[in-house]
């Protein structure tokens, strides 16, 4: 199956920071998806990216969609202790099966 | 606002032993899919539905079964529980072909001893 690799695979940092994570493939992909896995929870769908180049923010966050289609960026502004947990990318195929990274597990200290 | 709701939140199983993860939906999503997350990694796909009476093997889907008779279930079933299978399963709707309508549920985690 495809294979998504994100980085970091973990991050600590303080509140108030900006973060910034990636997710690269060696596949061409026509939409990118960002996903947050609180504690205990499924994951909840943050930003969705549909054409190369696109640049599309949801309040603090901000995510791109690579111009070779290949990859992805997930920024957060100005951190939060409720970001904390795991941030994933994910691309759709047919009948919306989700192909998920490897994950990004964010810690945020006061 | 129901969603997806999966059922039992928890389980310990032993080896060999059979049981059924249950997963309904109350927004008349005809797709519905079976994911298991293992410790620290992302979600894989085991099996998935686009409507009653069609299944179809995801990723990972060895060791399980599933059935759609219905447009609102989506039942999991293991038949002979192996150490492998300890994982936390997700079950997920969606309204049709764009990724950005999944939604899922807490999650079942399962323990296999």
């Known amino acids: 199956g495809q294979q998504l690799n994100q980085s970091p695979q973990s991050m600590f940092i303080q509140e108030g920071e900006d973060v910034s994570m990636n997710c690269t493939s060696s596949s061409i992909f026509n939409t990118w998806l960002w996903y947050k896995q609180d504690p205990g929870e499924g994951p909840v769908l943050l930003i969705a990216?549909?054409?190369?180049?696109e640049l599309t923010s949801n309040g603090r966050l901000t995510a791109q969609f690579g111009i070779t289609r290949k990859d992805s960026f997930l920024n957060i502004s100005a951190s939060i202790p409720s970001d904390v947990g795991i941030y994933f990318c994910a691309i759709t195929g047919t009948a919306s099966k989700l192909t998920f990274g490897t994950g990004t597990r964010l810690q945020v200290t006061l | 606002n129901a969603g997806v709701t999966q059922t039992p939140k928890f389980r310990i199983l032993k080896i060999g032993q059979s049981m059924t993860l249950q997963c309904t939906q109350d927004m008349n999503h005809n797709y519905m899919y079976w994911y298991r997350q293992d410790p620290g990694m992302g979600l894989k796909l085991i099996y998935y539905s686009v409507g009653a009476g069609i299944t179809d093997k995801g990723e990972v889907p060895n060791g399980y079964n599933v059935s759609r008779s219905t447009t609102e279930d989506f039942p999991l079933r293991l038949e002979l529980a192996a150490p492998s299978q300890t994982s936390v399963y997700f079950c997920?709707?969606?309204?049709?072909?764009?990724?950005?309508?999944?939604?899922f549920g807490e999650g079942s985690w399962l323990t296999v001893v």
């Open positions: 990216l549909y054409k190369a180049g």
């Open positions: 997920a709707s969606s309204h049709g072909e764009h990724g950005n309508t999944i939604y």
